[in-house]
């Protein structure tokens, strides 16, 4: 991070915007310590005998999951989503095969669209399409 600032390269200077950013986060931190004290009995410190490499991708990998989650519901296309659809590929059912699970997710797949909560799920019948809602759900 340079100490002055170059008006060819750098972003311009931030214009007033909405909440404090670090205070919000200040804030947070100061309810997960009080949330830890009650849970444990004491803070978070070093040579807890706890492996903080371990709690660390613990974490992470749930914290993935939760944006993943959200971004799903939202409605984006993320890359690998086709193989839960039930027509990953354009004229290609899910039980013809995409994979060796494909079989046995067609009972699994919910006959609401994970992608927009139209129902019925089934290609061409999106109530999106009916509705030109344009959601951009892969049941269309």
């Not at 972003?11 to 909405?18: A, F, I, K, R, T």
């Not at 371990?54 to 749930?62: F, I, K, P, S, V």
């Not at 959200?70 to 290609?92: D, H, K, M, S």
């Not at 039980?95 to 089934?122: D, T």
Request: aromatic residues 6%; proline residues 11%; glycine residues 10%.
């Amino acid at each position: 991070m340079a100490e002055t600032r170059d008006p060819e390269s750098d972003q311009p200077l931030p214009e007033p915007g909405g909440f404090p950013v670090q205070a919000v986060l200040i804030e947070a931190l100061k309810q997960r310590m009080a949330f830890g004290l009650k849970k444990y009995g004491r803070p978070l410190e070093t040579d807890n005998g706890r492996d903080p490499l371990r709690d660390m991708w613990e974490e992470m990998l749930d914290m993935v999951s939760y944006f993943t989650q959200y971004v799903l519901e939202q409605g984006t296309v993320l890359p690998g989503l086709e193989q839960f659809t039930r027509n990953p590929e354009p004229g290609r059912a899910l039980s013809e095969g995409s994979g060796p699970a494909a079989g046995a997710l067609v009972g699994a797949i919910p006959e609401i669209c994970p992608m927009c909560r139209h129902e019925p799920h089934a290609p061409g019948r999106c109530r999106s399409q009916a509705l030109n809602l344009g959601c951009g759900c892969l049941c269309e």
